[in-house]
């Protein structure tokens, strides 16, 4: 009797907690399956992954100052010709320590002339620099004194950074 009394407490013990465990073993079966199909329905799409990397941008690991700036400068340059902005040459800030990184902050202050469009195409595809890490500064002027047909062109102050080691 004493065994049997034994033997019951032990699968009362058993049962109780073993019922738990299975409980949360479904769970967590159950919420792997789903983080497996929603992997695979990125994966399968092409064109999804290939839309999400089209919305990343790029970025370069930071090179020593003298090598990052004309990187930075020459891809910049691209972008503001590719863009038809003219631009007066460009000018280097100098570089800073950031608060709470461990690269120096390289400015790069840019002043030229455009349409409104050419500026917001330029923007748009400022992205695409592997070596930008943010404009820091945007200023537009507007002509409101001059001829009708030159009213049309803005003025722009731009300050652009990058990290350097």
């Given at each position: ?45 092409s064109a999804k992954r290939a839309g999400l990397l089209s919305i990343v941008p790029v970025f370069e690991e930071p090179q020593p ?48 002339k455009c349409r409104f469009d050419q500026l917001l195409d330029f923007l748009a595809a400022l992205k695409e620099n592997p070596y ?34």
């Amino acid at each position: 009797m004493i065994q049997f009394g034994g033997l019951c407490a032990v699968a009362i013990l058993a049962f109780t907690f073993g019922a738990d465990w299975l409980g949360q073993w479904g769970e967590v079966r159950a919420s792997l399956a789903l983080a497996r199909g929603e992997l695979n329905d990125l994966g399968s799409d092409s064109a999804k992954r290939a839309g999400l990397l089209s919305i990343v941008p790029v970025f370069e690991e930071p090179q020593p100052e003298e090598t990052q700036k004309f990187l930075f400068r020459d891809k910049l340059h691209e972008q503001l010709k590719k863009a038809g902005i003219k631009n007066q040459p460009l000018a280097f800030l100098a570089a800073r320590k950031g608060k709470n990184i461990s690269y120096k902050v390289l400015r790069i202050k840019c002043k030229g002339k455009c349409r409104f469009d050419q500026l917001l195409d330029f923007l748009a595809a400022l992205k695409e620099n592997p070596y930008l890490v943010g404009v820091e500064e945007l200023s537009i002027q507007c002509g409101t004194k001059e001829p009708p047909e030159k009213r049309k062109e803005i003025e722009i102050d731009l300050t652009v950074s990058t990290f350097v080691k």
